[in-house]
């Protein structure tokens, strides 16, 4: 009676042969994995290319008639072009102005003039870009004593010039002429009459102080004669005579 008693003994191997069927329903996992291909969206930067840009300039304060040569460097910066490429541009009511190159500016002050001049500067690299930048200049009020007359200084003044034998025209110009620079506009024409290359003028002036200049040949000179010298707001020399009274009865 207890001879088929493990008949059952294979029934429950059989029950579980399905399982696991369903393996691989997940193999479509990451089939779209370029998700994240538009990272970078900023590749789009716009221009390439930035301004020079001046920063606050230092006021300068001049004397009539002193000039200085100020280094701008400090106070400009371009972070893309080089120092040589920039273009400078500017404009003054008053002082001159000239650029020597490297953002160093040579200015000079009047001799005739005082006060608060602004000088209004444009700096512009070779794309374009430009900014602009106002600098104060103060030319403060001198009082000079004018130089001694010299002692044969009276109405009637010698000029001198030894310009060579190879010139060919002298004339004086100065505050007593308007200064002109031509014969026609009132210049006083120096004479050579030996041809020794010296040239002479006598000429009567009214009691006071001159400045004056020799035009040699077209180019403007100062008397090498006459230490007696004023800064001419160029950057070059005016030369001085001062002419005192004559006493009474008298001449040179």
Known sequence: PETGSGSDTGTDTHTDT???????????????????????SGT?????????????????????????????????????????TLVFEWTSAHVGVRDEGDHRFYVVAP??????????????????WEDQAT???????????????????????AFAYAAGQGSHTVLLSGSFNGWADTAEEGAD????????????????????VHQYKFIVDGSWKADPANPNQTPDGFGGINSVVQVGPCPAGGGS
């Open 44 to 84: 789009d930067k716009g221009p390439t290319g930035t301004p020079p840009i001046f920063s606050t300039l230092p006021p300068l304060e001049l004397d009539m008639g002193e000039s200085k040569t100020v280094d701008l460097n400090p106070y400009v910066t371009d972070k893309e072009d080089a120092d040589e």
């Open 18 to 40: 399905d399982t696991g069927t369903d393996t691989g329903t997940v193999s479509d996992k990451g089939t779209d994995p370029g998700t994240g291909s538009d990272t970078g």
């Open 189 to 208: 024409v120096l004479a050579d009459p030996d041809a020794d290359g010296t040239w002479t003028l006598k000429k009567v002036l009214q009691p006071g």
């Open 135 to 157: 600098w104060k200049v103060t030319v403060n009020e001198v009082t000079v004593e004018p130089p001694p007359p010299p002692p044969d200084t009276c109405g009637e003044v």
């Open 111 to 128: 001799v005739d003039w005082f006060g608060v001049d602004t000088v209004a500067l444009t700096v512009r690299d070779p794309a374009g």
